[in-house]
């Protein structure tokens, strides 16, 4: 038996009223009153994406200058063609593939201890940096790191590479 | 089913009752719809068919007279209490707008009062010291619950015990049974009841009744949660600095046991509940409640540990409200007009010395006053539309939540105040209230800060009709920075005189509000993205992804209170790009440039009017706000700072930003900032926009003379503030704590953004609360958003270099420089015994705090294996005029434990230093004497916990 209630009057105000309140009702395992409720919904997280291109630092295998084809040209766009006096890509291949999706972090290089923030990705593991050739010392070094993360991400071998040759 | 009881025809008739479903049992609460009458539920919310003798009675009531105050009367046997000196116990709640009372707990473990060493009332009738005493007298008896309607007092003044109760409209009666379930519960070492203790006096011990002979069982003390529900989470907190260390035992051949569980010495003030997890049973799943744990208790807080009263004064929570997710129930200082009912809860870890605790408690809710006000006048007048009135546990003066107030609420500030008469009752006919607040007795939450407010929630609409349109041309802008060919593309929702596409601007002027997208996939159809071609010119997508639809419930917010928002489409700048934060920067002032061409078309020539004169004078160029998220939350503040440098900048007065990236290092000057970061980012893994913030306002003299705020939000991730991205996957870790569902996320920082952009473009400074961190509305509630908070009118008192603070040991004191993701200097301050103290000394001007409202600064726990596994404490003192007076900073805020942000970048346990402001009233009240305008010396001392090390910079003195 569940509480039993009863009201005391009636709506028209005389005669008998009864109620039942909270009777009846599924049969179920009766459960401790200090018991625990049973296991709520929950909103399920929706398929993670795959962040492991981004973990750890970025290596660099290698880096070549090269002149910039017609492809090359629109990536750096025209105020740059129209500043720079020899406009040269520096390519650099990174040790591992780069991540396959677009996010606000990006991979960029560390030209001669200088950050190029607008530095393209090309699949699978080229990363491009557009340089007026007058930047460019001789010798020359090159790292790569997650934007915003560089302390953490930032290669622990920089490449030397030389201005020259330059590539086609 | 509402219903009126006209008529009131309570007569003598004949009861009858008539038994329906006996043994049966359900698994969700009763229905609110039904015959009027109450019911009653274990604290699980379960009805129950009989109460076990030492379990607590949970009452409800439906269908009953709307809006209207009703006693509920409890007595032993077949017969109603006719007058309340033949009440075993009562109370007084109000019906809400449907006729319902949610369920209250109107009689503590059945009269069981233990042994708990506070001065209880002894001498009622059914009170027992031990539950087998309890069982003996109760097992076989009746309860009857009778429900009288009160008297109304619409002035609030009447002392609500004058006020008449009526006779009985409804009778329940449920039987008592032996207590034949298990059952946990604290006790001293002899296996005897206690509800509460002074936190460091005595080991605690937990007692165990009805387990099955030798069954092994794991206890833990754990935080109290409102209410627990398998699969939460089980973290004990019994060991060394708060490490979970559950106590095992065996039940004995009666299934009884006591056992030490909590060493005085590693004991914290708090409340607490306690889980018997049931390692025999099937399920029982480690660290997870199982469906046959006991816990004591659910609905009612376990057990307390307090101190004695703190030197920081007599106030604490009391309003709150209930939450969906653990721990079901939150102090809160803001409510919601609409549908946010006000619950009042007594969880006192701070009690006056020789407080007498109280049989019964009354609700009051009262006009806000300040200190002064309260001392001018101490009398209570409520203006909830009636006086609560409940039972109190025993031993204790703890009370389980209950409703206060319920919808619609009446916009304005109040106080809460419990009542706990004029002295501890021995019996409900001898509770009266003195409808006095007494310091020494009563509860306020109040006087130095406001109670609670009661406004409307910033996610709510405003009372503007919504017009919808949007504009776009390819290619418009030959070149923008290094790109060529960029669309001008953009969505709008604006203030109209009727809603729909197209329809008439609202008359008048309107703020304008741009936001810009950050970085994702620019294109739906395969094989263009990351393709080189497609990538350098952006051309032939046949199906381009929509990333600025993604903030369409903000834009619709802000229309709706009369604000422009516009949300701009930078596709060109979109996909597999470098980041393009200059031109992201210039993208907005383009937009910028059009409106103004849309409200005036002898501006900016060059550009069209999409929208043909229609909003032609109606958009107000005087203010504008821009924001953005990731990329374009870089972009919002880059917009601001290249605006600046212009020769005719245009008025843009605010700035935001959601999980900004940050690679140009710009920093804003004195303009009103807003960021928010998102602890679980699996995009902006180091929180980037920490930097923004530490660095706005570097540039100015006096440095930081600048506002600006930010949430630091666990649990949340990159996406999901954009619809579009959120349906593109989750970038937060799986099974990550605190998680957000997309919606949820979206709520927030809908609600957030328009706060922050309406006190800006609309000067709605009741927001500014909320960016305080006083102010929590359903649209997040329950959800943890520290705030970040600096102000412009301030008196810095240290800048985390060091000057000026000294460290006594055990404590050390120790400048660091861009601790984590922060780009500042921080005092790395770490303690290991409970004396060590840091003084910061005052001098010139800083000694005069009089003009200022709040002693503010922003504190994080670092990764030290010394901090507890929950939140850390610390008091802060203030010394002036040979006087001295100090406060528990968790009073008013919490410095938690490091979100544990799986993520790709590390570490994972990032620091995040969120603002704690403590009023100077605190420092002042009870007379205490110290001379605001002439300050000594700010010091933190560490007592408990005993041991620890955070981060702590930016003190100062602040508005």
């Avoid at chain 2, 003798?53 to 077949?78: C, N, Q, V």
């Avoid at chain 2, 006729?99 to 233990?114: I, R, S």
């Avoid at chain 2, 412009?792 to 601790?819: D, F, H, I, Q, Y």
Wanted: net charge negative; glycine share 10%.
């Amino acid at each position: 038996m569940s509480m039993i209630s009863s009201s005391l009057g009636s709506r028209a105000g005389a005669g008998l009223v009864v109620a039942i309140v909270a009777a009846g009702g599924a049969v179920c395992r009766a459960q401790a009153p200090d018991s625990p409720r049973p296991a709520q919904t929950q909103a399920a997280a929706s398929k993670s994406e795959d962040d492991s291109a981004y973990r750890g630092r970025i290596e660099l295998r290698a880096v070549r200058v090269r002149r910039l084809d017609a492809t090359l040209e629109k990536m750096a766009g025209p105020e740059f063609l129209k500043r720079a006096k020899e406009p040269l890509a520096v390519e650099a291949q990174t040790a591992r593939p780069l991540p396959t999706t677009a996010r606000g972090t990006s991979a960029i290089l560390i030209l001669n201890g200088e950050r190029v923030a607008d530095t393209w990705t090309i699949l699978p593991d080229i990363l491009v940096a557009f340089v007026d050739r007058s930047t460019l010392r001789q010798a020359n070094t090159a790292a790569a790191a997650w934007s915003g993360a560089e302390q953490t991400s930032r290669s622990e071998k920089p490449i030397t590479f030389q201005a020259e040759p330059i590539a086609k | 089913m509402a219903r009126t009881r006209a008529g009131t025809a309570f007569s003598a008739v004949v009861i009858a009752c008539i038994v329906i479903g006996a043994g049966g049992c359900r698994r969700s609460p009763p229905s609110a719809v039904g015959e009027p009458g109450a019911y009653a539920v274990d604290a699980g919310g379960r009805p129950i068919t009989q109460l076990e003798a030492g379990s607590s009675l949970h009452i409800g009531g439906r269908s009953l007279k709307p809006s209207t105050m009703y006693e509920f009367r409890l007595a032993i046997g077949d017969q109603p209490a006719q007058a309340l000196d033949r009440a075993v116990s009562f109370a007084r709640s109000s019906s809400d707008r449907d006729g319902n009372v949610p369920p209250f707990v109107l009689w503590y473990q059945a009269g069981v009062v233990g042994c708990s060493d506070r001065p209880k009332p002894d001498g009622r009738p059914y009170t027992f010291r031990s539950f087998d005493e309890a069982e003996k007298a109760l097992a076989g008896q009746t309860l009857t619950v009778s429900i009288h309607e009160v008297d109304r007092d619409p002035t609030g003044r009447a002392q609500p015990m004058t006020l008449k109760a009526r006779q009985a409209l409804v009778l329940s009666r449920l039987p008592i049974a032996r207590r034949t379930s298990p059952a946990v519960f604290v006790s001293d070492a002899k296996g005897c009841l206690l509800n509460s203790q002074l936190s460091n006096d005595g080991d605690m011990y937990v007692s165990g009744r009805n387990f099955r002979p030798g069954e092994a069982v794991e206890l833990s003390v754990v935080a109290n949660q409102r209410s627990w529900f398998v699969n939460d989470r089980i973290q004990d907190l019994t060991g060394v600095g708060a490490v979970a260390a559950p106590e095992r035992v065996q039940a004995d051949a009666d299934g009884r046991f006591t056992v030490r569980v909590w060493d005085r010495a590693n004991q914290r003030r708090g409340a607490y509940d306690v889980v018997a997890h049931r390692l025999d049973m099937r399920g029982a799943r480690p660290l997870f409640i199982s469906p046959d744990d006991i816990i004591s208790y659910l609905a009612e807080t376990g057990f307390l540990l307090y101190l004695r009263y703190p030197v920081g004064g007599p106030t604490m929570d009391l309003a709150g409200r209930m939450l969906g997710l653990s721990p079901y129930f939150e102090f809160a200082d803001s409510f919601a007009e609409t549908n946010d009912p006000v619950r009042g809860a007594v969880d006192p870890t701070y009690v006056p010395v020789g407080h007498l605790g109280g049989t019964y408690a009354a609700y009051y809710v009262v006009a806000h006053k300040d200190v002064a006000g309260w001392v001018a006048s101490n009398a209570l007048v409520d203006v909830s539309g009636g006086i609560e009135i409940h039972p109190v546990k025993a031993g204790c003066i703890n009370g389980t939540d209950v409703i206060i107030w319920n919808p619609p609420l009446a916009l304005g500030n109040y106080d809460v105040v419990v009542d706990f008469g004029m002295m501890p009752a021995a019996s409900a006919a001898t509770y009266m209230t003195d409808a006095q607040y007494n310091d020494t007795l009563d509860f306020l939450d109040g006087a130095d800060q406001i109670g609670f407010i009661v406004a409307k929630d910033p996610y709510e609409l405003g009372a503007f009709a919504v017009g919808e349109d949007s504009y776009t041309q390819d290619d418009f802008f030959a070149t923008l920075g290094s790109r060529a060919n960029v669309d001008l593309r953009a969505v709008v929702r604006y203030p109209a005189t009727m809603a729909g596409a197209g329809t008439p601007v609202a008359p008048g002027q309107h703020p304008l509000f741009v936001i810009e997208h950050g970085n994702h996939s620019s294109c739906n159809t395969g094989g263009f993205d990351f393709n080189p071609a497609y990538d350098a010119l952006h051309t032939g997508c046949p199906d381009r992804e929509q990333n600025h639809m993604g903030y369409m419930g903000l834009l619709q917010r802000l229309a709706s209170h009369g604000i422009i928002a516009v949300s701009i489409d930078a596709y060109d700048l979109t996909g597999n790009v470098p980041q393009l934060i200059a031109e992201r920067s210039d993208l907005i002032l383009k937009h910028i440039e059009l409106w103004s061409h849309m409200n005036n078309t002898a501006t900016f020539t060059g550009y069209p009017d999409f929208f043909a004169g229609r909003f032609a004078g109606h958009v107000d160029m005087t203010t504008i706000s821009v924001s953005g998220h990731s990329r374009g939350g870089e972009a919002s503040v880059g917009a601001y700072v290249r605006n600046a440098m212009s020769a005719s900048p245009f008025a843009i007065g605010s700035v935001s930003s959601i999980a900004p990236v940050d690679g140009l290092s710009f920093v804003l000057p004195d303009v009103p900032y807003f960021v928010i970061l998102p602890a679980a980012d699996g995009d902006v893994c180091p929180l980037s926009g920490q930097r923004i913030y530490d660095r706005a306002g570097s540039s100015l003299a006096p440095v930081d003379s600048t506002t600006k705020s930010g949430i630091y939000v666990y649990g949340a991730n990159h996406n999901f503030f954009n619809t579009v991205w959120a349906g593109d996957g989750d970038d937060g870790a799986a099974g990550r704590d605190d998680f957000i569902p997309a919606a949820d996320q979206q709520r927030l920082g809908e609600a957030f953004l328009s706060a922050f952009t309406r006190v800006h473009v609309k000067n709605e400074s009741v927001y500014e609360d909320l960016l305080r961190g006083k102010l929590k509305f359903p649209s997040f509630a329950g959800r943890k958003a520290f705030a970040i908070r600096h102000e412009k009118t301030n008196r810095k008192l240290e800048n985390g270099s060091g000057a000026g603070a000294s460290a006594a040991a055990p404590a050390t004191a120790t400048s660091v420089a861009s601790p984590s993701v922060h780009e500042t200097q921080a005092l790395r301050v770490g303690w290991s015994g409970g004396s060590g103290t840091v003084t910061y000394t005052l001098s010139g001007a800083q000694r005069d705090a009089s003009t200022f409202e709040v002693l503010s600064f922003r504190v994080a726990q670092t990764n030290a294996m010394t901090n507890p596994a929950g939140d850390q404490d610390f008091m802060v003192e203030l010394t002036g005029g040979g006087n001295t007076k100090a406060t528990f900073s968790s009073q008013f805020g919490r410095v938690p434990r490091p979100y544990n942000h799986v993520a790709w970048c590390t570490p994972p346990l990032q620091n995040v230093m969120t603002t704690i402001r403590i009023p100077l009233h605190s420092f002042i009240m009870n007379k205490a004497g110290v001379t605001l305008d002439n300050l000594d010396a700010v010091r933190i001392r560490f007592s408990n916990p005993g041991q620890g090390e955070m981060y702590v910079d930016d003190l100062e003195f602040s508005r």
